[in-house]
């Protein structure tokens, strides 16, 4: 079953000047020299193929990703640049790696000796790379001596190349410089004096270029959410430049009618009409990743009325009061902007209550993606 759903009017926008302007704005702030599309997870939901394509023309010179399968996703794609997969891999696997050119990230001596086994006998090799664990505790080497021996078990296997040593931050996209600096400490620390050197290092996620780029080398950026236009520590950490928000949610209405003051809509009959009005039936649901508990938050009409979602989302429908009578198959902007009027996702995540990065994150692949200028 495909889940895609191009004949439902149920669609995410995504704005090609934006991923060019986030793109930009980071980019000098961090005096970065290369930008690491991070486009895991279906692009941060926003959606893989469309994203890779604006990345690219935005001067995206190299894609980061969760596991394997995306890296192959992003292969099929035909994207040829370089790409990380940043979480671990079952180094069994590592073939469909070296076969494409994808390079893996190893924790342990141990997977290393598997990859070079799964590889012995071949004519290929593997770029490997080496995270370092100073202090997110995720993934990665937490020794002084085990990163050494896994450093020299790459350098004596022919097949494994020594692409990358590198490291992830905790707390960079918060107020807590001295978990920033204790982790730039613990770097110099575990990579004192290595047998031998990478090909290159990269330390800098959205929040270290955007808040820390003096702390550590940020020649390459790993960049997610930034990319998206969306800072995920509204309002703790003030952005010190724009960003634009790259996604906008637009539905057409499917069904539309009169209703009179206290009619009851919706399942468990939550809400009703506060005065004679209409009410409007949008193909989108929770399970869309509209969220469930909306109700009462604020939707903008194409005419210029701004409505507002009448009861509990359903899964795969909801509804929306509006004063003025609407016709079917007009756009309805769920998050996103109408003339002089907006809804941000901060905005939506704020009305329901929920972490915006999880919101972000939650679009379902039912929503068509069509890129606009
Ligand atoms: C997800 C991820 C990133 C991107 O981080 P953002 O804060 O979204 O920019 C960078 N590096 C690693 C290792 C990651 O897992």
Redesign the pocket.
């Known amino acids: 079953m495909n889940y895609n759903a191009p004949h439902r009017h149920a669609t995410i926008e995504l704005s090609q000047a934006a991923v060019v302007h986030n793109l930009k704005v980071i980019k000098a702030n961090a005096h970065a020299k290369e930008i690491m599309a ?1 486009l ?1 997870a279906n692009a941060f939901s926003h959606g893989l193929p469309e994203m890779a394509a604006l990345s690219v023309k935005a001067g995206a010179t190299r894609f ?1 990703m ?1 596991m394997l399968d995306e890296a192959l996703a992003l292969r099929d794609l035909g994207y040829t640049e370089p790409i990380d997969v ?1 979480g671990l891999t079952d180094p069994t696997y590592v073939r469909l790696a070296a076969e494409r050119n994808i390079t893996l990230a190893f924790s342990t001596k141990k997977s290393l000796l598997t990859a070079a086994k799964q590889l012995s006998g071949t004519n290929l090799s593997l770029k490997v790379s080496l995270p370092v664990d100073t202090g997110l505790n995720r993934i990665g080497f937490k020794n002084h001596d085990d990163l050494v021996a896994a450093i020299k078990v790459v350098s004596a296997e022919k097949t494994l190349i020594f692409q990358s040593l590198w490291t ?1 931050f905790a707390t ?2 918060t107020p807590n410089v001295d978990y920033v600096d204790f982790q730039v400490s613990e770097w110099q620390r575990l990579t004192y004096n290595l047998p031998a050197k990478p090909n290159e290092t990269h330390f800098a ?3 270290i270029a955007t808040w820390y780029p003096e702390k550590i080398n940020t020649d390459i950026v ?5 990319l998206f236009g969306i800072n995920g520590s509204d309002p703790t950490m003030p952005m010190p430049f724009e960003l634009i928000p790259v996604l906008s949610l637009k539905v057409e209405v499917v069904n539309s009618k009169p209703i009179k003051a206290g009619e009851a809509v919706g399942y468990g009959v939550t809400f009703r009409a506060p005065q004679d009005g209409y009410l409007i039936t949008m193909p989108i649901g929770h399970s869309d990743g509209y969220p469930f508990n909306a109700s009462g938050m604020r939707v903008l009409m194409a005419d210029g009325q701004v409505g507002h979602i009448a009861g509990g989302v359903a899964m795969d429908q909801s509804m929306a009061f509006v004063e003025n009578p609407v016709p079917v198959g007009m756009m309805v902007t769920l998050i996103g902007s109408v003339g002089d009027e907006t809804i941000t996702m901060e905005e939506l995540a704020d009305y329901t209550q929920c972490n915006i990065v999880p919101l972000m994150n939650d679009f379902s692949p039912r929503l068509q993606r069509i890129i606009v200028p």
Not at 222 to 226: A, C, P
């Open positions: 991070v895991k980061g969760a940043l992830h960079a996209d996620n959205t929040g790993r960049l997610g959410i930034g």
